[in-house]
Structures are given as C-alpha cells and as structure tokens.
C-alpha cells in the first residue's frame, strides 16, 4: 500500500531489526479502539468487522478498515462531512466546543 506521496508503505510481514513496530502498532491499536467505540455508540460496529491496528515497514502505525460494504463507506463519509461542517460552523460563530474552565480557588 503506498499512495502518491508514500505515506502509507507497504505492511511489515518480515521485521527488520532496529525498527520500533510495536510503538507504531500500539498507536494504531488506541486509535483503531477509539474509532471501534464510536461505531458502537452509533450503532454501526457491525458494519466494520475488519477494524484492525496493523504497522508497515517502516514501523508507522495503520488503521485497516477492512472490507466495508459501498452503504457503510457513504455513511461514514457522510460523518466525516457532518463532523467538518459542524466544526466549521463552530469556529465560524465563535461558540466555544467546550465551556471555559474556571480558576482554581485560591
């Protein structure tokens, strides 16, 4: 897997000494199981059986979705764009995503 700017290399099946596979696998572990918690509070998990943490060659961490079916990928697209346009219109507004925090007492 590499795209055009050679992000995402090819997945390390043979390791090579010297590079740090397990902290680019346990990046992708926390981040695989913090997206697998959302799907399950949207009631969508079962739409992504494939969800797995994975590491390249070079020791970078990756996301594999796996095989979705065409409706769960327009569906997270559709997410993904919600998620931005409410972002964007947060920031437009200047309406704080979250309260402000108050001093300590002293």
Do not use: H
Request: a neutral charge; zero cysteines; charged letters at 20%.
């Amino acid at each position: 897997m590499t795209d055009r700017r050679g992000v995402v290399a090819k997945r390390a099946e043979n390791l090579s000494p010297g590079v740090p596979y397990v902290r680019g696998w346990n990046r992708a572990r926390r981040s695989a199981s913090a997206l697998a918690d959302q799907l399950v509070l949207l009631g969508l998990d079962s739409n992504f059986p494939g969800l797995v943490a994975d590491v390249n060659v070079f020791g970078d961490g990756l996301v594999q979705l796996g095989m979705v079916r065409p409706e769960a990928a327009e569906l997270l697209a559709s997410l993904i764009a919600a998620g931005l346009a409410a972002e964007s219109a947060d920031t437009t507004t200047n309406v704080p995503l979250l309260p402000p925090r108050e001093a300590p007492a002293a």
